[in-house]
């Protein structure tokens, strides 16, 4: 059974920079996983943020970038702002048998 | 602007079955691959299954194989997911979700997603 790991918690202080990442229980994540990252705040539904490793929606903030990073799946916050604070998950597209499938997220805390 | 309305959820016994539906909007339907996301009170996201904009391929996760079942009808714009054999750990928020069309893109635009509980 595929697992994909993120880190559970992490904190970033307004204004910074903070990577989150995404790793594949098969191997390195490479562009043909199509990472794709999500942002959701508490009693909200799901924002996507980044589709096939580094392209933005265009409703995507400009401080929002996706990359691949030593073997990962990254989402960089630049200039992080209050209202960053969410849960955010990735997802991975392995093909056929089980195209998709979302890491655990991680709860980004703003302080 | 694309708009996506769950509907169907609520309280099923264990062992019982519910039809989710998910009316859309705002875009021509048939043109979009279309899939089904749950998240269980607390917990993360979940891929349940994914509809091709034809209505075949679509695949679900392990979890759900042979119990759930997606289907679409494109001239009346509306998605569904055929729930059987519900278990306790079905309990869950369902969201509807559509691709946006570019490769790689299969969850641009959510619902607003539809309890369904799982309990006797």
């Known amino acids: 059974q595929t697992v994909v790991t993120q880190e559970p918690s992490l904190t970033v202080s307004p204004g910074g920079t903070v990577t989150l990442t995404c790793a594949s229980s098969t191997g390195a994540v490479t562009s043909g996983h199509y990472a794709n990252w999500f942002q959701q705040k508490p009693g909200q539904v799901p924002r996507a943020l980044i589709y096939?490793?580094?392209n933005k929606h265009p409703w995507t903030p400009a401080r929002f970038s996706g990359s691949l990073l030593g073997g990962k799946a990254a989402l960089t916050l630049s200039g992080v702002q209050p209202e960053d604070e969410a849960d955010y998950y990735c997802l991975l597209y392995y093909g056929d048998a089980q195209p998709w499938v979302f890491g655990g997220g991680t709860k980004l805390t703003v302080l | 602007q694309v708009q996506l309305v769950e509907s169907g959820g609520g309280l099923v016994a264990p062992g019982g079955s519910l039809r989710l539906s998910c009316a859309v909007s705002g875009f021509t339907f048939s043109n979009y691959y279309m899939s089904w996301i749950r998240q269980a009170p607390g917990k993360g996201l979940e891929w349940v299954s994914y509809?091709?904009?034809?209505?075949?391929?679509?695949y679900n996760a392990d979890s759900v194989k042979g119990r759930f079942t997606i289907s679409r009808d494109n001239a009346m714009n509306s998605l569904f997911l055929q729930m059987d054999s519900l278990r306790a750990e079905d309990t869950a928020v369902y969201y509807c979700?559509?691709?946006?069309?570019?490769?790689?893109?299969?969850?641009?635009?959510w619902g607003q997603g539809i309890l369904v509980t799982v309990s006797s």
């Open positions: 096939s490793t580094n």
């Open positions: 509809i091709s904009h034809t209505g075949s391929p679509r």
């Open positions: 979700a559509r691709d946006s069309g570019m490769v790689g893109a299969p969850l641009a635009y």
